[in-house]
């Protein structure tokens, strides 16, 4: 049961536009988002996270939208740069110290 | 900020072979790490939960005697790798719990190819 989930694949995005990527999940209990970014061959690195309480969090170029309702978040970056390229992994806290990732999207920022 | 030290970034070894993974946190203890494995264009899959000083718990389908691990101690954890097929090449990564803040810090990976 794949409770956070990505559905696109892959998007690719023209560069100094915005960059929208969709994550859903289905546990109510969820209380804590975070996006992860991720090159080829590296690990995962912390991108920013939001908390339940929190429609909105933002960092320079980094957004992060939450609709508890819907149980759908969003990351948004703008403007999209060519280093922006990389997979990006949403993940949501089940338990104390357990993430659950949702598949990944990748993003491809075109010159 | 946290690091997470994974050694090596990668390894070829020989079916039949063992190899063993080490993940290290630098500036912090954790008492808990976590191994994931990731296929080509596939979403991480954790492994396993790794605690210090208690056995490692394993997710539904990780065989436990072909994915050793050890947790020794609290800047230490090993993923060993016993009688290595083909079908384990893959990138390994761990990671360690640093805070409700951050989550996880992970490690740079390793990716295993068995010839």
């Known amino acids: 049961d794949q409770q956070v989930k990505q559905n696109s694949p892959s998007l690719s995005v023209q560069e100094g536009r915005i960059s929208i990527l969709n994550c859903d999940y289905t546990n109510s209990m969820f209380d804590y988002f975070l996006w992860y970014k991720k090159y080829p061959a590296e690990g995962p690195t912390f991108l920013i996270s939001?908390?339940?309480?929190?429609d909105k969090n933002e960092d320079g170029r980094f957004t992060v939208f939450l609709n508890k309702s819907a149980k759908h978040l969003s990351l948004h970056i703008v403007p999209s740069q060519p280093g922006d390229s990389a997979v990006y992994f949403c993940?949501?806290?089940?338990?104390?110290?357990?993430?659950?990732f949702g598949q990944g999207t990748r993003l491809t920022i075109n010159p | 900020g946290a690091v997470v030290s994974q050694h090596p970034s990668r390894v070829i070894c020989k079916s039949g072979t063992s190899v063993k993974i080490e993940c290290r946190s630098l500036?912090?203890?954790?008492?808990?790490m976590f191994w994931y494995r990731q296929f080509p264009k596939q979403s991480l899959m954790l492994m396993a939960t790794s605690n210090e000083g208690s056995k490692a718990t394993y997710e539904q389908g990780v065989e436990k005697d072909k994915f050793l691990i050890n947790h020794a101690s609290l800047t230490l954890s090993t993923l060993t790798v016993t009688s290595a097929h083909p079908e384990d090449s893959s990138f390994y990564i761990c990671?360690?719990?640093?805070?409700?803040?951050?989550?996880?810090?992970f490690g740079s990976g390793t990716r295993l190819t068995v010839v």
């Open positions: 500036d912090f203890q954790a008492t808990t």
């Open positions: 990671s360690a719990w640093t805070g409700r803040s951050y989550g996880y810090t």
């Open positions: 993940a949501a806290f089940q338990g104390a110290q357990k993430l659950v």
């Open positions: 939001i908390s339940s309480i929190k």
